[in-house]
């Protein structure tokens, strides 16, 4: 590796100290700063069994953020938030991303469906469970369309998966959106509730498949939001 290319090992572990030391924030202090339950919503991206339970991209470790996030969207519904959506893969069998990735989560099957801890909540029936065919939960898609229609509001709870690919792409598109309208949004990214899939190296270059370091991607995604202006935090309690 030439010098110029040298990655600093004292910005990793400025980094990693930075994700261990992050601050929480609560469920009462953001819709009381919102100005009421009805300014804030929670969007769940790609919460599905495609990439938690089963299918070629599916993940044990982002399938961990299933119960806190079912956690999180409860103490969302306790404080009176209403407007909870949940933008989830629903592909096209021809879908041109499956150039890039295994054909994943077809609109009708199994993979494409939420999770049971999603289901199982009891308000499940009042969830917006928006498709989308890419990354972006925000680009040609029913949720583009209700941001269109409704205007954005005082403060987006993004959670779900993958930190670096659809949660990524979800809670840029809400700052983006928010810095070209010069319209305040706060944009809160809870870390217990987002997480990335793992593949090393090794199994990589048996698969053909490019590698992903799970915890540096997620780290640094989550750094790269914050410096973008999201809030990250560890958890939103009560
Ligand atoms: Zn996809």
């Known amino acids: 590796m030439s010098d110029s290319h040298a990655y600093s090992s004292q910005f990793l572990g400025w980094?990693?100290?930075?994700?261990?030391?992050?601050?929480?924030?609560?469920?009462?202090?953001?819709?009381?700063?919102?100005?009421?339950?009805?300014?804030?919503?929670?969007?769940?991206v790609d919460i599905i069994k495609g990439f938690c339970v089963e299918g070629p991209l599916a993940s044990e470790r982002v399938g961990a953020i299933a119960e806190p996030a079912a956690a999180l969207i409860q103490r969302a519904w306790d404080a009176g938030v209403r407007r909870i959506m949940m933008p989830r893969d629903a592909h096209d069998p021809e879908s041109v991303e499956f150039g890039a990735w295994p054909p994943h989560c077809v609109a009708g099957t199994e993979e494409s469906e939420l999770v049971d801890e999603l289901t199982e909540l009891p308000m499940a029936e009042h969830f917006q469970v928006l498709d989308k065919n890419s990354l972006s939960a925000i680009q040609d898609t029913d949720l583009s369309r209700i941001i269109q229609n409704d205007g954005l509001p005082e403060a987006v709870i993004c959670i779900g998966d993958c930190t670096d690919l659809c949660l990524?792409?979800?809670?840029?598109?809400?700052?983006?959106?928010?810095?070209?309208?010069?319209?305040?949004?706060?944009?809160?990214?809870?870390?217990?509730?987002?997480?990335?899939?793992?593949?090393?190296?090794?199994?990589?270059?048996?698969?053909?498949a490019l590698p992903h370091d799970g915890d540096l991607l997620h780290d640094l995604f989550l750094y790269h939001m914050a410096l973008n202006g999201c809030q990250v935090v560890s958890e939103v309690t009560t």
């Not at 930075?18 to 769940?44: C, F, H, N, T």
């Not at 990524?168 to 070209?180: D, E, H, K, P």
Request: charged fraction near 20%.
């Open 168 to 208: 990524y792409n979800l809670a840029l598109g809400f700052r983006l959106i928010s810095n070209a309208r010069n319209e305040p949004l706060r944009v809160v990214v809870p870390a217990d509730c987002v997480e990335t899939y793992h593949m090393d190296v090794g199994t990589a270059e048996e698969l053909g």
């Open 15 to 44: 980094l990693q100290d930075y994700i261990g030391k992050l601050p929480s924030a609560s469920m009462a202090e953001i819709v009381g700063q919102a100005g009421g339950p009805d300014r804030v919503w929670v969007v769940a």
